[in-house]
DNA sequence: GGAACGCTTCGATCGGGCTCGAAGCGTCGA
DNA sequence: TCGACGCTTCGAGCCCGATCGAAGCGTTCC
């Protein structure tokens, strides 16, 4: 079976731990040099180019030459969805269950906050979508979901365009509920989380950090966050 | 990274191509015996049982005695999803892209229909959604899908009951697409998708057939699909 | 032009894991 | 009770691939 053997052999470039960290590292959307990606896998130079030509081979990234450096970055969209479910599913084994995530204020706040490939992720990511849901602005289910006409309005107000399911202007606009590996409870992911994202990111609500998936949540966006989709104050204090 | 870790280990346990064989073999949802999945993958039952017990101490899979025979079946759907996705990605590479999937008589009945984990696969699957979705039974977009109130009428008319999304009854089914390996187009997945293959098989519409994903539609099933979902003639035919 | 830098290629080493034969354990049927 | 069967465990062989040093190529900067 060809296809089986394909199957294989993606497996099979995931499966070794530098690579993975390589992907993994590559999850938040950005395109990273090839000496950024062997200092995250914890490689040498020579190291990691031979993984990153695998993964090129094997079209799971896509690399762009600029000058002496050549950026590497997730090649499409399906691939980082698949390496999201392959993460959703680590992330619920028992060896990941047995003891926190992650520790230590660094990861405090990626639990707090930070991107999942296009959309927003942890602790405010998935208040944000209990929220919406419970004021109807969003509905989500085990397929799929949508924004009501409702949620529609509000991110109208807020100068957000989703895109509609079928390109027509009175069609729908679908969204889909990507799981939490830190809240283990889903969150808004799809086109109307990229959008999200993206609008948080203009407005300064939100600050990526450089080389890190963490996003700093502004003073800006606390307050534009916590009044516009009614998120709990304490929504913003780490757990202990 | 502990997650990292995880999402490697995931990884490296779908690399091998005796294990990604265990697991194709298994996405039709049926729990079969070792001595079965040894011969799937091609490996002696010592070699096999090596990987099964690494396949369910990686929790991929679940395991069941009945007497001296142990049911060995994918342990979520989750873990389905997951291998789905990554089967999406492997059906879109170049490799597999570069001849036809599969030749010969019997892989033509799985370009036909096949069962794809819990719902319906193959060019009648695919022929099925395009037919619902220009008659507007249902909407699929990047991102999800649902059935429209037409949709539910019909499908209520056949006898089958869609669980809606958020468990009320005035709720909104959802759906979601699913790549077609074979025709590298959408069919519909998810609850909807779910209830439609049962009901198939119910009806005797369609017959599983023994170790293979491939279905039969049967002279009834043929009457009765191509009339209510207004297929086209030729859709039974199989292209040269 | 020369040096520094980013990245790749080549070659050698080495460890992990896939594989199967042989043997052992539990279950079923006669 | 005995043999057949399904499956697992143990052990040894063996191959693949990850890794890094050394060297080479192209680009940038001074």
Redesign the interface.
Known sequence: ?????????????????A???M??ALMDGRALTATELATVAGVTPQTASSHLAKLVA???LAVERQGRHRYHRVATP??A???E????????????RR?P??TGPRDAMLRRARTCYDHLAGRVAVGIADRMITRGEI????????VTERGAELLQSLGIEIP???GRRG??A???PC?D?SERRPHI????GKALLAHSIDTLWLRPIAGSRAVIVTPLGRDALTRLFGLAPDIWDDPI
């Open positions: 079976m060809l296809t089986t053997n394909a199957f294989a052999g993606i497996g099979a470039l995931v499966g070794d731990p690579r993975a960290s992907l993994v094997g079209e799971l399906a691939i969805e698949m390496i479910s392959m993460m959703a599913v680590a992330a619920t084994g028992t060896i990941a003891r995530l992650c509905r989500l289910g085990a397929d799929g979901g949508e509609r399911a079928d069609g729908r679908f969204c889909r799981l590996w992911a799809g086109a109307v």
